[in-house]
């Protein structure tokens, strides 16, 4: 069973514990500063897009979902940390647990356009919406049960997402990526090949889960200083040939363009299929990467469903040929 994904919903910040993925895990527990990036109500329910990508219902469009009264909504978030738990909420926590994440609250307080709205997960709707559907005995209702019926799984995050006009994948996410590219995709001289330009698989799945990909979030100089220790460790100079230096440039945007050009090394093409190899089994599946991730949420650089997000999209292997 994975471990479970903490959800730490308070005013303004949410943290997530990232479950055991292919038998790694991720620790990415930190804060990271939300807003509502786009909000609206449709056929009576109220749903938006936060700052980082997830996808919520406020407490009205959530009742209105599972059928019941709005007040029995805010019961739930004011009853979920008691000590002695309501049937109802261990109910729910139980469901949510089984998804693979616990909450300390099931929503977050943002004041957004000068009102507070209690903006409540997917993935916590979902649990509260299975409970009015399967399992709340004599006040199940039909409604919740028609509506889990349409939405389980991943349908009401694309719901609110195709609803309030969000679109994940927007092409302006990879501009800062493709000022990089246009500046060094020729830098290495002729047969080397270098770090950066084979990052491109661990920079899309980021950017794909939301990552805004810059000055703070520098994936590639994550690998490169474990690949150049992994080079010298395993002297691989005398199995593939020496190693290089080539000239690395930032764009104007970002602070490290201060000391250009960056003097980098590049690898001998005759290493590369080893360097993916590498790229997969070590620093993805082994660990390193989810430790980059959680780093990068501890300082509020990443959102921690962010990191969830790529770290399970890159967990199966995609580098290098089949085995």
Not at 241 to 262: E, F, I, V
Request: net charge neutral; charged share 20%; aromatic share 10%.
């Amino acid at each position: 069973m994975k471990d479970p994904k903490e959800i730490n919903l308070k005013a303004n910040k949410i943290n997530i514990l990232a479950p055991k993925i292919a038998g790694k895990e991720i620790s990415a527990q930190g804060s990271f500063p939300l807003e509502i990036e786009r909000d609206g109500e449709f056929d009576g329910i109220g749903m938006g897009v936060l700052s980082d990508g997830t996808p919520y219902l406020n407490q009205r469009g959530l009742a209105a979902l599972c059928g019941v009264m709005n007040a029995h909504i805010g019961t739930i978030s004011s009853q979920w940390d008691e000590p002695d738990q309501k049937p109802r909420i261990a109910a729910i926590k139980k469901i949510l647990a089984s998804a693979g994440y616990s909450a300390a609250k099931p929503h977050i307080e943002i004041v957004h356009n000068g009102r507070l709205n209690f903006c409540y997960p997917s993935e916590v709707c979902l649990s509260i919406l299975e409970y009015y559907a399967i399992d709340a005995g004599a006040n199940i209702q039909e409604e919740a049960r028609k509506n889990f019926r349409l939405l389980a799984g991943s349908k009401l995050r694309e719901l609110i997402y195709s609803r309030v006009g969000y679109d994940p994948t927007s092409s302006k996410r990879f501009e800062k990526w493709h000022e990089r590219i246009a500046l060094n995709y020729q830098s290495a001289p002729r047969g080397f090949f270098h770090v950066f330009n084979e990052a491109h698989t661990v920079v899309y799945e980021l950017i794909m889960a939301g990552a805004d990909i810059g000055d703070k979030n520098v994936v590639d100089i994550s690998i490169g200083l474990h690949w150049s220790k992994y080079w010298t460790d395993n002297n691989l100079d005398s199995k593939f040939g020496y190693r290089s230096r080539y000239p690395h440039r930032y764009p104007a945007s970002h602070p490290q363009a201060l000391s250009n050009p960056q003097d980098s090394w590049c690898y001998p093409l005759a290493g590369l299929g080893h360097y993916r190899e590498w790229l997969q089994d070590v620093y993805i599946e082994g660990g390193k990467f989810g430790a980059y991730l959680k780093g990068k949420v501890s300082k509020g650089d990443l959102a921690p469903s962010i990191a969830e997000l790529a770290i399970g999209a890159l967990s199966v292997p995609q580098i290098g040929p089949s085995r």
